[in-house]
């Protein structure tokens, strides 16, 4: 299907497990990035990436980890989850050149 | 320090009525600002954006309005229907940064 797909959707793990969400669109948009949607804050950026190999952070970055070896995937990495974490997460990509994102559907994350 | 700020957590509106969301920004830096739709369980969708060469935009119910001197913009919405029960997002970014800095979102809810 074409689009942004995250997956998985619904995610449960525990404390200090390492948990990865995938993250995949078919347009070849440049930029790629993560949010997290959290109760009085919004969305909040996590990592952002402008093209494949490169990556930089975003406002809420400690405790995640990204990668991107192909343009179609950016996956985020929890490297040892915290209660702290449990979020929503959404992924999103852009062209660029000042055109708006388009967001996946979100991964709901749940650490205990 | 939020650098995009919607006040309203919450906005109730009769069937058929305007509805009027506010956003304000701090960052004189933003030069381009959108706004998102989002219903549960989905990923936030695009809506209406405004570069800051202009003061509105309009796309059929939608306007979004610009006030650069008050930091401020909104989003207009006429008439209202009960598929505009959805939370909303203010965003922004500027020029050449494809980064996105949003607020914390308004719940509109559409009464019947």
């Known amino acids: 299907d074409a689009g942004i797909t995250q997956s998985p959707r619904y995610k449960i793990t525990e404390t200090g497990r390492q948990v990865t969400l995938m993250c995949h669109q078919t347009?070849?948009?440049?930029?790629m990035f993560w949010y997290r949607q959290d109760l009085g804050h919004g969305l909040r950026l996590i990592y952002y990436?402008?093209?494949?190999?490169?990556?930089d952070k975003g406002e809420v970055s400690d405790g995640y980890v990204v990668s991107r070896s192909k343009t179609e995937n950016f996956p985020l990495t929890l490297e040892s989850a915290t209660r702290s974490q449990t979020s929503v997460y959404f992924c999103?990509?852009?062209?660029?050149?000042?055109?708006?994102?388009?967001f996946g559907q979100g991964t709901r994350l749940t650490v205990v | 320090d939020q650098q995009v700020k919607q006040n309203s957590p919450s906005l109730s509106v009769q069937e058929g009525r305007i509805s009027i969301l506010n956003c304000d920004y701090t960052?004189?830096?933003?030069?381009?600002f959108l706004w998102y739709k989002k219903y549960p369980a989905e990923g936030p969708t695009f809506l209406i954006s405004?570069?800051?060469?202009?003061d509105k935009n309009e796309d059929g119910r939608f306007t979004v309005f610009l006030n650069k001197s008050a930091k401020h913009l909104s989003l207009h919405i006429v008439p209202s229907q009960p598929g505009d029960s959805a939370v909303y997002f203010c965003?922004?970014?500027?020029?050449?940064?494809?980064?996105?800095?949003f607020g914390t979102g308004t719940r509109l809810t559409i009464i019947p």
């Open positions: 347009w070849s948009h440049s930029y």
């Open positions: 965003a922004a970014t500027d020029f050449g940064n494809e980064k996105l800095t």
């Open positions: 999103a990509s852009s062209p660029g050149g000042g055109t708006e994102a388009f």
């Open positions: 960052n004189s830096m933003f030069d381009y």
């Open positions: 990436s402008a093209a494949a190999d490169i990556t």
């Open positions: 405004i570069s800051s060469i202009k």
